[in-house]
């Protein structure tokens, strides 16, 4: 197969807006059909790219042998956004022997399930770490006699996280989720006793027991695929051959996401010259390590192409950006083949970048100075305002437990942003917080499901099981009701779709009275729920809780979203504002690390500053991680760039480096 350049003519007319066309770096990648990594710079249209291929590739269909095409990316929102535009055209591609989906979809359904049915002769009843987890809660309950079990259970032990391996000898070996290896606490009785790895081996019985036990009952977590994934493949090598037969060309999307084992599992079975196996992302877009780590080489870039024009960002913050890049990949003369290269022009000019300069006292005055920068430029009357809105970003959201500093994080700051990103089942504690927080985007879609979910954490809350003793998901208990009779069933269907339009329409008080109605009525006679239930009473609270919703509400700064680096990215911003946080120190001392101990500051040598468009070759650990999230926050923005720095970091030297450079500086005070 080859596609022709009358393929992408018609790829661009109905991908792009009219006019526009692919230029020659694009067209290239679209044509290539062989193994490759692409790697693509913020804002340089991949997914278009992407888009375009299989728009391209749909018009050869059937492949020979009746092949398929099989793309993958890492969230439920990326595989969204690659199959938005193709419906329509590229039915096809959706349909058997293609496949869609992330690669957790995929290892479900092509690896882990069929293995879990073959070994446990049973079906699989649910696949998510928070029925796992409450499994874990209760069968520890019922084993409280076990001494050893107890003993580190006290110490917070994570049993949910333990899991087991089986090496290629048989033995069974135990990490923390996927990587970690495991350590139990430390029980000084043991030492005295000499007990220690008699007492170590009972809980590894133990946990085998406990493991095999709810595996039985059909609940498995998400990490759990992956092992009995790859015991599929290394117990019967003919899925591998199968699978390659199947599928002639292979497509993953934000590949710098997947973790080490998922890379090496596609690799396993696609990494053939059966196989077009082609990555696509950007490694300098990692930041979902943990900082304190070395940054381990996951991702081994093969037969390199590049996609370098950034149609998002400008020149002037391109070059902001560039320095931050961490893997630049040098040829043979030490030249970078990765760089960063702005191609939006503004009818106004480049908007410099500004350095916002502030402290504890100045602080609430982030927000205000950050609109007027806004209104100064009338960003809100371009198109982009409107389509892409303006961010305030932040490192680190919030202090976890550990944090012992009186350093600042973005909660500190802003004290409204706790509407950050999606939401599990356990992560909130009362009714109100379910429907003021729960939903990140606004749509119909994302209504019912926070409606269903706070069903489902009804009833785990109050130790509600279904026919198996298992924990409800929203699959089964949609199915529970099913059964309950045509009236019962059609009164549910109803009360979602109406307290879900209530939600959408951010009418929360009266969500809240109407839930509350449904539970204590019609649920709690389908359940046997008393209306005295304690637990349920903590649930509902003393009534709406009012407060909640200045979260939503401001009405000076309402489109302007306050949110972690993490939850913005891929996103696309007009403005955006990165507020530097503390993660044990805050980015600019992670980026003014001096070599050598100094005794006076004007005898210190620093390493090579990317604030200051120095080339960082090498940088120590945490100061890596920084640069990919000041790259991932710094790439954002089509228009404005603004960088909130903590004044004490920040001397006057510092502050006359960054003016050379074209940023413009405000000094936040209280005169």
């Known amino acids: 197969m080859e596609i022709s350049d009358v393929d992408i003519e018609g790829a661009e007319r109905n991908l ?7 230029d020659e770096e694009r067209r290239q990648f679209i044509k290539h059909l062989e193994s490759c990594d692409l790697l693509a710079v913020p804002g340089s249209g991949k997914t278009t790219a992407l888009q375009a291929k299989l728009f391209c590739i749909s018009r050869h269909l059937p492949l020979d042998g009746n092949q398929g095409v099989l793309v993958l990316s890492h969230t439920n929102n990326a595989v969204n956004e690659i199959k938005k535009k193709l419906h329509a055209e590229c039915y096809q591609l959706f349909e058997a022997p293609h496949f869609i989906g992330t690669v957790q979809d995929f290892v479900d359904k092509f690896l882990a399930i069929p293995f879990y049915e073959l070994f446990y002769k049973n079906k699989v009843h649910a696949v998510d770490d928070a029925v796992y987890e409450q499994e874990v809660i209760g069968y520890l309950s019922r084993h409280w006699k076990n001494s050893a079990v107890n003993a580190i259970k006290f110490r917070k032990f994570n049993f949910a996280a333990v899991r087991l391996h089986k090496n290629e000898q048989g033995a069974y070996e135990f990490t923390l989720g996927m990587e970690d290896s495991v350590t139990y606490p ?22 085998k027991e406990m493991k095999n036990y709810i595996l039985q009952r059909g609940v498995v977590t998400y990490d759990d695929c992956y092992i009995m994934a790859e015991s599929y493949v290394r117990k019967y090598p003919f899925v591998i051959e199968s699978l390659r037969k199947r599928f002639r060309y292979i497509f993953i999307d934000e590949t710098q996401d997947l973790k080490k084992y998922q890379l090496d599992l596609i690799d396993a079975i696609f990494n053939s010259n059966q196989c077009c196996l082609q990555r696509i992302g950007d490694k300098n877009q990692t930041i979902f390590k943990r900082p304190d780590r070395d940054i381990q080489e996951q991702w081994n870039v093969r037969n390199l192409k590049t996609l370098l024009n950034s149609f998002r960002l400008t020149d002037t913050i391109a070059h902001v950006v560039d320095p931050f890049t961490v893997d630049r990949f040098p040829d043979e003369s030490g030249n970078s083949k990765f ?41 809100r009357s371009f198109q982009e305002g409107t389509k892409y809105g303006f961010h305030i970003v932040g490192w680190n959201l919030k202090p976890n437990e550990s944090t012992t500093n009186s350093k600042l994080h973005l909660c500190d700051i802003f004290p409204n942003c706790n509407k950050q990103s999606n939401k599990g089942l356990n992560s909130y504690a009362t009714l109100s917080e379910f429907l003021v927080l729960g939903c990140k985007e606004v749509s119909m879609s994302e209504s019912k499901s926070v409606i269903c979910k706070i069903l489902v954490y009804v009833l785990r809350i109050l130790g509600k099981t279904d026919k198996e003793k298992r924990y409800y998901t929203q699959t089964t208990l949609y199915k ?28 929360y008080a009266d969500c809240y009275l109407f839930i509350v109605q449904y539970i204590d009525n019609v649920f709690s006679a389908l359940f046997e729920i008393s209306k005295d239930n304690k637990f349920l009473a903590d649930f509902y609270g003393s009534g709406f809780n009012s407060d909640l919703t200045q979260i939503d509400q401001s009405s000076a700064y309402h489109d302007i979203k306050i949110e972690s680096v993490h939850s913005v990215k891929g996103q696309t911003h007009c403005a955006t504002m990165y507020v530097e946080t503390s993660y044990k120190k805050y980015e600019s001392e992670h980026l003014f690390k001096t070599k050598k101990r100094a005794t006076k500051r004007k005898d210190a040598e620093y ?3 990317p604030l200051f468009q120095e080339r960082v070759d090498d940088a120590q650990v945490t100061t890596k991680s920084a640069m990919h ?3 991932v926050g710094f790439s954002r923005p089509t228009h404005l760039l603004c960088y909130a720095v903590v004044k004490d970091i920040w001397n006057d030297e510092r502050i006359r480096r960054m003016e050379a450079l074209g940023w413009k500086v405000i000094k936040l005070s209280n005169n």
């Open 607 to 609: 390493f090579p500053n």
């Open 339 to 379: 760089v960063v290269k702005g191609k939006r022009t503004l009818e106004m000019g480049d908007i410099p970048p500004y350095l916002i300069i502030f402290d504890e006292t100045t602080k609430e005055q982030l927000l205000p100075c950050f609109n007027q920068l806004i209104d100064e430029y009338r960003l």
């Open 186 to 207: 430390h029980i000084k009785k043991w030492e005295q006793e000499g007990t220690i790895i008699q007492k170590h081996r009972e809980i590894e019985t133990f946990i």
């Open 629 to 631: 999230m000041m790259y």
């Open 480 to 507: 529970c009701v099913n059964e309950q009779g045509e009236s019962i069933f059609v009164d549910y269907l109803k009360f979602v779709y109406q307290a879900s339009v209530l939600l959408y329409h951010k009418k």
């Open 16 to 22: 792009l807006p009219q006019g526009m066309a692919f």
